[in-house]
Each structure stands twice: as C-alpha cells, then as structure tokens.
C-alpha cells in the first residue's frame, strides 16, 4: 500500500507563474513532511520540510502547506524558474526518531521559458 | 558540509555475481544509514535501515540474506547484492543521519545485473 502519494506524475508551468505541487499521505503516524528535488541518476537533494504540528514553512520561493485533516501538503514554487526543472518527491517521516522516511512517486516539474 | 558519498557510482555485473556498495559519510558520523532503491520512474524505496555495530533492519519483502548490509564504523555502510540477477538491476542510494536528524543523500549507484 502506497502510504505517501503523488498522483500528478508530471507538471508543467510558464517561468515565472506558480507550480504547485500535491502530496496525500495515508497514515497519521507521520512527525514530519518533507520535499526533495531529484535529477537522474542523483541523490535527491533536500528542500524544505514541515513539521506535522505546523501547517506552513516558507523559505524563499518555497512554501510547503499541511491540511492534516485532509491529509495533504502541498509545495508552492514560486516564481518558477527552469533551473527548477526536476522530479520532486514528497516524503514523510515515520515518527519515533526512527528517521525513517516514505517516498511518494514524484511529480516531474516542468517550468519553460 | 554534510556530504555522503557511494562508491560505485555505476556498476555492471554478470548474473549470479555479487556486487558491493560502499556508502561514506564524508565529513560527519552517522550512527544510522538508511538503503533505498529506484526503479525506473518510481518512488524511492526503503530497503533497510543500517545501524552501526548492530544488525540492520529490513523492511517487509526485502530478503535479508541475498541483500548483506554491515555498518562495521560510524561512516561507513555496505550493502552487498548477493547472487545478483536482472531483475536486480536499480538505482541503489543511501543516506546518513546527521546532526538534528537531518538526512543526508549519497549520489546513488546504477546496478546493471547483465
């Protein structure tokens, strides 16, 4: 059972405008949310992350939002850039300090000049 | 800071060989590492989690004996794919857990089991 999930696997968005990308999560044993950015053939690379009693992180042209009755975040870009082209993956840390953390599929981002 | 690295960074080998994965945390200590594998256009996968000085824990589904992970030292882990077969081949990265719980990623290794 896919406990975190991504159900865009792509997106495309004009420099400049928002990307918005949406995350659902299944389990509520989660303590923190978090967002990566991932080219092939790399590690993913950490962007920002949330903490489950929060339900807003910005940081810069980021900002993750939490619904946790709703089990959903989402990640806003903005403006989007083309350097921002790249999967990213949502992920949710499994609570107990066990670091622990569940992948959701990725969305590719898009953004064209 | 905080850098891990993986060494190889790609590696074939022939079915029912077995292959090494070294997986360093460069410039900290991590007592745990954790082993994730990608499939092609698919989410990253939690295969173990690798705790140094102690036995890893293996996710459901994940064959203990024919994927060997030790963590003999504090920036050091090994995932070792026994009796490699095509089906094995993926994308295998590691990450470290670092100060504040953060989690560092390794560059990753392509696995081409021919």
């Known amino acids: 059972d896919q406990q975190v999930k991504q159900n865009s696997p792509s997106l495309s968005v004009q420099e400049g405008r928002i990307s918005i990308l949406n995350c659902d999560y299944t389990?509520?044993?989660?303590?923190?949310f978090l967002w990566y950015k991932k080219y092939p053939a790399e590690g993913p690379t950490f962007l920002i992350s949330?903490?489950?009693?929060?339900d807003k992180n910005e940081d810069g042209r980021f900002t993750v939002f939490l619904n946790k009755s709703a089990k959903h975040l989402s990640l806003h870009i903005v403006p989007s850039q083309p350097g921002d082209s790249a999967v990213y993956f949502c992920?949710?840390?499994?609570?107990?300090?066990?670091?622990?953390?569940?992948f959701g599929q990725g969305t590719t981002l898009q953004v064209k000049p | 800071g905080a850098v891990v690295s993986q060494h190889p960074s790609r590696v074939i080998c022939k079915s029912g060989t077995s292959v090494k994965i070294e997986c360093r945390s460069l410039?900290?200590?991590?007592?745990?590492m954790f082993w994730y594998r990608q499939f092609p256009k698919q989410s990253l996968m939690l295969m173990a989690t690798?705790?140094?000085?102690?036995?890893?824990?293996?996710e459901q589904g994940v064959e203990k004996d024919k994927f060997l992970i030790n963590h003999a030292s504090l920036t050091l882990s090994t995932l070792t794919v026994t009796s490699a077969h095509p089906e094995d081949s993926s994308f295998y990265i590691c990450?470290?857990?670092?100060?504040?719980?953060?989690?560092?990623f390794g560059p990753g290794t392509r696995l081409t089991v021919t």
């Open positions: 990450s470290a857990r670092g100060a504040g719980n953060r989690l560092h």
């Open positions: 389990n509520s044993m989660f303590d923190y």
């Open positions: 949330i903490s489950s009693i929060k």
């Open positions: 992920a949710a840390r499994v609570s107990g300090n066990t670091g622990k953390l569940i």
């Open positions: 410039d900290f200590q991590a007592t745990t």
């Open positions: 690798s705790n140094e000085g102690s036995k890893a824990t293996y």
